[in-house]
Nanobody
Framework: QVQLVESGGGLVQPGGSLRLSCAAS????????IGWFRQAPGKEREGVSC??????RYADPVKGRFTISRDNGKNTVYLQMNSLKPEDTANYYC???????????????WGQGTQVTVSS
């Protein structure tokens, strides 16, 4: 397992941008697939994006707007979120697993989450 810490959430207006960070401590993050999930109040947690080596995946609602990337030198994975919509409002979690997957059970380590609120 690897310890993960998310940061970068906050309040942003519709159409704005945020960059979320997922930092690993003690372990080398690039040895794992890193997925981003989100959960809004009253809704089920859903996969957003995932990165594993050259494999990058995006859920349909965020395609063309979100970009996942990795900085191995900083041991950090980023989720750049552009053209944000109110429906993007959720608590965002990063998770580590063996390969990219949309299934939460495939990820063994999870961060504590960071809140993203998109509102005027």
């Amino acid at each position: 397992q690897v310890q993960l810490v998310e940061s970068g959430g906050g309040l942003v207006q519709p159409g704005g941008s945020l960059r979320l960070s997922c930092a690993a401590s003690e372990f080398t993050l690039d040895a794992y697939a890193i997925g981003w999930f989100r959960q809004a109040p009253g809704k089920e947690r859903e996969g957003v994006s995932c990165i594993w080596s050259s494999d990058r995946r995006y859920a349909d609602p965020v395609k063309g707007r979100f970009t996942i990337s990795r900085d191995n030198g900083k041991n950090t994975v980023y989720l750049q979120m552009n053209s944000l919509k109110p429906e993007d409002t959720a608590n965002y979690y990063c998770a580590a697993g063996p390969v990219c997957s949309w299934f939460q059970a495939d990820f063994s380590s999870w961060g504590q989450g960071t809140q993203v609120t998109v509102s005027s």
